[in-house]
């Protein structure tokens, strides 16, 4: 039985590939470095026929194949690896693929075999994604449990009132924050703790919202919450807070209530950290500093996010790049942009309706005293990511992203540049504590000693 022809188009805006299952616990591999790629004669047995119907990148990012749910973040394969160039067997035994995610089958992970001696929990991690039914449709939970307000909930049991303040005017502030696990310390590491619950009282005081716990208790109860989970992998976790029930708009703690909840998730590198991202230049304009501030980290701010989000994602790009209401390069949904020119890395200054990126700094202050590259804040004109040798989006979430092509026009000669790459091995070094000098940007988590 042989698999229909279909089109397959790029996952997170990287390289197209997909994982297709045939035979009980089996997965196919199928990766080209094309714009899309055909997918045809390869066996097939274990699912139906269908075709690849949606791709969910949201908090538990997935996609549809024949009516069946996927999921990426692992780095294992059951069955053969196919060549994307003469669509041919490489092996015919389980492999291993490195830095990319690759999905897998888990509709009944507990009945899959073992691999490569690994038990299931080595295979399918801690807080792998439980499924339940909700009105009809498939829910995905990617953690059992929450720290909120001082304690640590099951999942079903972190709720708000449908009338907060929160969910009614998305009246609430965040943080995306990054924790790295190094296999030399067996430690988990949260990256730059200070400084994110310094930014995150920064969105508080402007939108006038009272934290109701101390920056000790916060960095505690996030501790307490990735033990719990027993993350031993790349982390992405995020404290909330929110105005709770109360008059509408009110601020003053005597009428209205704040709370905070985190929630916690397993989060590999993306594929397209190795491969790089296709990206445009979105129609919708960043948020005014004198309309909807981006330099407040707050959830109303994520709706135009959305917008171009969407609209990038419909018209085949990855993450896209917003302008300023002035017409110059901002930044993207989620993370700050830098390009290279001439041995040269430029970057936006934090007047161009930028959120102040923590990660930003750290790369502009590791270019320069690590890498001796000359970094400069200045405006970018649109045309200029058309011309640059190197460009990437920098963020907690999307780490160090090399963007390959904007609006169809390469950047450099369409591959990930080489001071992109310098930057992203040593960004990743420091944050798994592999480098003394930096270790004073890590908490521990389990407190394992080297």
């Known amino acids: 039985m042989l698999l229909e022809r279909h089109h397959i188009t790029s996952f997170e805006g990287g390289d197209p590939f997909v994982h297709i299952g045939f035979g009980p616990g089996e997965i196919v591999f199928f990766q080209s470095d094309l714009g899309n790629a ?25 996609f549809l194949f024949g009516g069946k749910r996927y999921y990426h973040g692992l780095i294992i394969t059951w069955g053969r690896r196919f060549d994307p160039e003469k669509r041919v067997a490489l092996q015919k035994k389980a492999v291993r693929v490195p830095k990319l995610r690759i999905g897998a089958l888990v509709r009944a992970p507990e009945k899959l075999p073992p691999v490569f001696g690994m038990d299931k929990r080595q295979c399918f991690g801690q807080s792998e994604p439980k499924q339940r039914r909700q009105n009809g449709m498939a829910r995905v939970d990617k ?15 972190a709720t708000i009132h449908v009338s907060s303040e929160a969910v009614l005017r998305a009246a609430s502030i965040f943080e995306g924050m990054r924790a ?74 005597g009428d209205i209530s ?17 491969s790089g ?5 979105s129609t919708w304009r960043r948020n005014s500093d004198n309309a909807s501030p981006s330099r ?38 989620g993370s700050c942009f830098m390009m290279v020119r001439d041995s040269t890395v430029i970057t936006p200054p934090v007047t161009s309706d930028i959120l102040e990126s923590i990660t930003r700094a750290t790369l502009i202050e590791l270019y320069r005293d690590e890498l001796r590259v000359p970094v400069i804040e200045r405006e970018i004109d649109r045309t200029e990511l058309y011309i640059a040798d190197e460009t990437f989006f920098c963020g907690s979430g999307h780490e160090v992203q090399p963007i390959i092509s904007v609006d169809h026009y390469p950047v450099g000669d369409g591959k990930v540049g080489p001071l992109t790459r310098k930057i992203q091995e040593l960004y990743f070094d420091i944050a798994k504590g592999n480098v003394a000098k930096y270790r004073k940007w890590l908490t521990p988590v389990y407190g394992n000693k080297r």
């Open 143 to 157: 953690s059992d449990y929450v720290w909120m307000d001082g304690k640590i909930v099951p999942w079903d049991k």
């Open 180 to 253: 790295y696990w190094s296999d030399q310390d067996k430690e988990l590491y949260i990256f730059k703790n200070a400084e994110h619950l310094k930014r995150l009282r920064q969105s508080a005081k402007i939108l006038r919202l009272s934290i109701p716990f101390s920056d000790e208790e916060l960095t505690t109860g996030f501790i307490e919450l990735l033990r719990k989970l027993e993350f031993k992998d790349g982390v992405h976790f995020r404290p909330v807070v929110y105005f709770d029930e109360g008059e509408p708009y009110a601020w003053k703690p």
């Open 258 to 274: 704040t709370r905070v909840f985190v929630l916690a998730f397993s989060r590999p590198h993306a594929p397209s950290i190795s």
């Open 38 to 62: 055909l997918v045809d004669e390869l066996p097939h047995g274990g699912l139906d026929r269908g075709k690849l119907t949606t791709f969910d990148m949201g908090r538990n990012p997935c």
């Open 277 to 281: 991202m296709k990206s445009c230049v």
């Open 296 to 333: 407040l980290k707050a959830a109303a701010n994520y709706h135009n996010s959305r917008l171009a989000t969407v609209e990038a994602k419909l018209n085949g790009f990855g993450t896209p790049i917003l302008l300023n209401d002035r017409g110059k390069v901002a930044e993207s949904p």
